[in-house]
């Protein structure tokens, strides 16, 4: 059984710091590309970061690049994001989903329960 | 980037009745060179995760019951729940994968009248 654990979520002051991580089971890890989407409180999706399943590829949202960075550990099948320089607006429900493919073709076939990111002073 | 418009914002459907919810791309998102259509449909409950539904606009992913299905081509795509049961109250988001950033539609919330 697929599973995806995420942690790390917390309450940060603008222009701090966290780092997500995301804990998964299985599954071949280094066969799926990773990725983030988020979903700020009563609001829609959106993608955040993917990772492609060698960790040799990273793809951003404008949103975020220069400030979040993706990154994996495939001998400890966890996902990571470093998120610095954090906004108000990144506050949100931080998902992390298996993509079907180990290249990120954007496919979520499974999403972990998030963890909830709060930025306010 | 190309923007998911869906249609409509919500809807209230008789059990057992046809839900059909709509999504439209700012641009193509069928791939000529492979003739595949870069469009999936999740469907997200009250304080749960979404979940995956259809992919290449048509392709129900295993276990999804077949009351659900996915259609269109090029930028119109259609959702439809053929007998809507009480379990499908949720909303449900399109989502193109055909180019970075990869965007999601806003969303079409589902209940029952």
């Known amino acids: 059984e697929v599973q995806l654990l995420e942690s790390g979520g917390d309450f940060e002051q603008p222009g701090g710091s966290l780092r997500l991580s995301c804990a998964a089971s299985g599954f071949t890890f280094n066969s799926s590309a990773m990725s983030w989407v988020r979903q700020a409180p009563g609001k829609g999706l959106e993608w955040v970061s993917t990772?492609?399943?060698?960790?040799?590829?990273?793809y951003y949202a404008d949103s975020v690049k220069g400030r979040f960075t993706i990154s994996r550990d495939n001998s400890k099948n966890t996902l990571y994001l470093q998120m610095n320089s954090l906004r108000a607006e990144d506050t949100a429900v931080y998902y992390c989903?298996?993509?079907?493919?180990?290249?990120?073709?954007?496919?979520?076939?499974?999403w972990g329960q998030g963890t909830l990111v709060t930025v306010s002073s | 980037d190309i923007v998911m418009t869906q249609s409509p914002d919500s809807l209230a459907v008789s059990l057992g009745e046809r839900a059909t919810i709509n999504c439209k791309s700012s641009?193509?998102?069928?791939?000529?060179?492979?003739?595949?259509?870069?469009l999936t449909w999740y469907q997200q409950k009250a304080g749960q995760p979404p979940k995956l539904l259809i992919y290449?606009?048509?392709t129900r992913q295993s276990g999804v019951p077949d009351r659900f299905s996915g259609s269109g081509s090029e930028t119109d795509f259609t959702l439809t729940i053929s007998s809507l049961q009480a379990e499908d109250v949720a909303v449900y988001y399109c989502?193109?994968?055909?180019?970075?950033?990869?965007?999601f539609g806003g969303g079409t919330k589902v209940e029952i009248k």
């Open positions: 990772i492609s399943g060698s960790g040799d590829d990273t």
């Open positions: 641009q193509t998102v069928l791939y000529s060179s492979n003739n595949k259509t870069y």
């Open positions: 989502q193109q994968y055909y180019s970075t950033p990869l965007t």
């Open positions: 290449w606009a048509s």
């Open positions: 989903a298996k993509e079907v493919a180990v290249t990120g073709e954007g496919i979520f076939d499974y």
